[in-house]
């Protein structure tokens, strides 16, 4: 079983910055993809940003140029530094993991998640 315990989140001002972290524990071989993902009530879970292993980044439209994801492989954790905030940031935000718990089985593991305001 992988846990994955995110961090980071609270409220900020339009234009400013937060950075959200994920850490995965537990049976874990290989993770291959980590991500974030968010959330707003009566709407469905969205795609934020996604990182390979090897580095590969995926964004979602609404936040290119504002979101940097990285990992880093030896602490099996994800990062999400999140600029120039706006009010529709607002969200909880979700971290994933997919890969490997052993050589043969696979996993994908959801983190509770950890809420993100912007608000004035």
């Known amino acids: 079983q992988v846990q994955l315990v995110e961090s980071g989140g609270g409220l900020v001002q339009p234009g400013g910055s937060l950075r959200l972290s994920c850490a995965a524990s537990?049976?874990?071989?290989?993770?291959?993809?980590m991500g974030w993902y968010r959330q707003v009530p009566g709407k469905q879970r969205e795609l934020v940003a996604t990182?390979?292993?090897?580095?590969?980044?995926n964004y979602a439209e609404a936040v290119k140029g504002r979101f940097t994801i990285s990992r880093d492989n030896a602490k099996n954790t994800v990062y999400l530094q999140m600029n120039s905030l706006k009010p529709e940031d607002t969200a909880v935000y979700y971290c994933?993991?997919?890969?490997?718990?052993?050589?043969?089985?696979?996993?994908?593991?959801w983190g509770q998640g950890t809420q993100v305001t912007v608000s004035s």
């Open positions: 990182v390979t292993r090897e580095g590969s980044t």
């Open positions: 994933r993991a997919d890969g490997l718990a052993t050589i043969l089985r696979e996993f994908t593991s």
């Open positions: 537990g049976s874990i071989f290989r993770i291959r993809t």
